[in-house]
Nanobody, 125 residues
Framework: QVQLIESGGGLVQSGGSLRLSCAASGFTFSDYSLGWFRRTPGREREFVAA????????YSADSMKGRFTIYRDNAKNTLYLQMNSLKPEDTAVYSC??????????????????WGQGTQVTVSS
């Protein structure tokens, strides 16, 4: 049974930091590319960051470059998202995803087949 379980969300003040984790099981973690997406009420799911299965390529949304860092630990079957300099507009439910999208589809949710339930991040002003 495939599982992706996010943790690390919470309430933080503007300018603060959080590290999200996504623990995976039920599939060969190192064979899959991984991504973080977020969603706020009334808005479509938004791409945050992604990392290829090889770990050699990283993709980040423009609004998060320099603030958010994605990385993976294949030995622990865990994906991470380090979020610094958080802003109130970063408030959302953050979900991790696993899939085998092509390099040109890494930022698209349709490229991912497994999804976690999400973890709430709230940034207060």
């Amino acid at each position: 049974q495939v599982q992706l379980i996010e943790s690390g969300g919470g309430l933080v003040q503007s300018g603060g930091s959080l590290r999200l984790s996504c623990a995976a099981s039920g599939f060969t973690f190192s064979d899959y590319s991984l991504g973080w997406f977020r969603r706020t009420p009334g808005r479509e799911r938004e791409f945050v960051a992604a990392i290829r299965y090889s770990g050699n390529s990283i993709y980040s949304a423009d609004s998060m470059k320099g603030r958010f860092t994605i990385y993976r630990d294949n030995a622990k079957n865990t994906l991470y998202l380090q979020m610094n300099s958080l802003k109130p507009e970063d408030t959302a439910v953050y979900s991790c995803a696993a899939g085998r999208p092509s390099s040109t589809a890494m930022t698209h949710a349709l490229g991912y087949v497994y999804w976690g339930q999400g973890t709430q991040v709230t940034v207060s002003s």
